[in-house]
């Protein structure tokens, strides 16, 4: 258990349905992150919210659309994705400051059909 | 632009090795250096977090060392177990960005 709770852990999807990613940090951490991993590549920043503020957007296509409600809560909406966006997104929290720890959590492995 | 390198890509040895993985940024102005472990298909687990002013952190049979000057931290292993096989990252902190810069990974295999 690392503080950092992900849902779900798998999810297959056709490519006309929409869907969310759930986020959520018992820490007391201020910054959540969205990181995604593909294949044979280094994990790749999508989204940063600091105090519920978005901080970064990693150029990152619209259909995808984060939500952040509260600094323990982060989603994640999926609609009209494609193929190549199958992929294990991360979800990760830190106290928002670059010298500290992130923690992650355990993915969520998105199969687009 | 910071970029980071972990080397070997893959590794396999025999329990009871004690082993070393390497990482390099080219960027040497880091606020710190994390390692974490990824077994497949999971999430990341942090293991060591190392401050720019210290020079190394440990953590039972793990070992991190950091070098900013020379743009490398390495990461010792003692004693490997089968249960140490995972893919192994290394992840520094962007300097004008919120966003950690990850290697590729080194994969490593313990048999018994």
């Known amino acids: 258990e690392t503080g950092v709770t992900q849902t779900p852990r798998h999810l297959v999807m056709g490519m006309t349905n929409k869907k969310s990613l759930k986020c959520e940090q018992h820490?007391?951490?201020?910054?959540m992150y969205w990181y995604k991993q593909s294949a044979k590549k280094p994990l790749e920043l999508m989204f940063v919210y600091n105090f519920k503020e978005q901080t970064e957007n990693n150029s990152v296509p619209s259909r995808f659309s984060p939500e952040c409600p509260n600094s323990s809560h982060l989603f994640l909406h999926l609609h009209t994705l494609q193929p190549e966006d199958s992929a294990l997104y991360l979800c990760a929290s830190s106290h928002g400051q670059r010298n500290t720890e992130a923690f992650f959590g355990q993915g969520t492995r998105l199969t687009v059909v | 632009k910071q970029e980071v390198t972990q080397i070997p890509a893959a590794l396999s040895v025999p329990e009871g090795e004690n082993l070393v993985l390497n990482c390099s940024f080219t960027?040497?102005?880091?606020?710190?250096l994390q390692w974490f472990r990824q077994d497949p298909g999971k999430g990341l687990t942090s293991l060591l977090l190392i401050q720019s002013s210290q020079r190394e952190q440990t953590s039972g049979r793990l070992n991190a060392s950091l070098d900013k000057s020379s743009g490398r931290s390495t990461l010792y292993i003692a004693a490997s177990q089968p249960g140490d096989s995972a893919t192994y990252l290394c992840?520094?902190?962007?300097?004008?960005?919120?966003?950690?810069?990850f290697g590729t990974g080194t994969r490593l295999q313990v048999f018994p």
């Open positions: 960027d040497s102005a880091i606020y710190n």
């Open positions: 820490l007391g951490h201020n910054a």
């Open positions: 992840a520094v902190p962007s300097y004008n960005t919120d966003k950690l810069i």
